[in-house]
């Protein structure tokens, strides 16, 4: 198992930028798949991003493709999201997760088998 710790959220202004960072511990990080998800009140979790193992490749849902930016640092064990030009809509709690299945075109989250706690992202209008 890998443990997933994520960080960076906070209460921006729409237009703000944001940087949110997932550490992972006891698994190397280079080992999943990795992905950002989020949550907003009484919604489902949806996807938002994946990046492949070494980085080469990237996903994004439609709503923040542009926008948000999916990267890695294996040697540091951490994934991060850039979160540029946030929308009220992006509220959400944010999750990184990861994955052992290989890179696939179509990210579903049940796929994903280890969970980060979340950091909320506010944005307010």
């Known amino acids: 198992q890998v443990q997933l710790v994520e960080s960076g959220g906070g209460l921006v202004q729409a237009g703000d930028s944001l940087r949110l960072s997932c550490a992972a511990s006891?698994?190397?990080?280079?080992?999943?798949?990795m992905g950002w998800f989020r949550q907003a009140p009484g919604k489902e979790r949806e996807f938002a991003a994946a990046i492949s193992r070494t980085g080469g490749s990237t996903q994004y849902a439609d709503s923040v493709k542009g926008r948000f930016t999916i990267s890695r640092d294996n040697a540091k064990n951490t994934v991060y999201l850039q979160m540029n030009n946030l929308k009220p809509e992006d509220t959400a709690v944010y999750h990184c997760?990861?994955?052992?299945?290989?890179?696939?075109?179509?990210?579903?989250?049940?796929?994903?088998?280890?969970w980060g706690q979340g950091t909320q992202v506010t944005v307010s209008s």
């Open positions: 006891g698994r190397t990080l280079s080992t999943y798949v």
């Open positions: 997760a990861a994955t052992s299945a290989v890179w696939s075109n179509n990210i579903n989250r049940r796929t994903f088998h280890s």
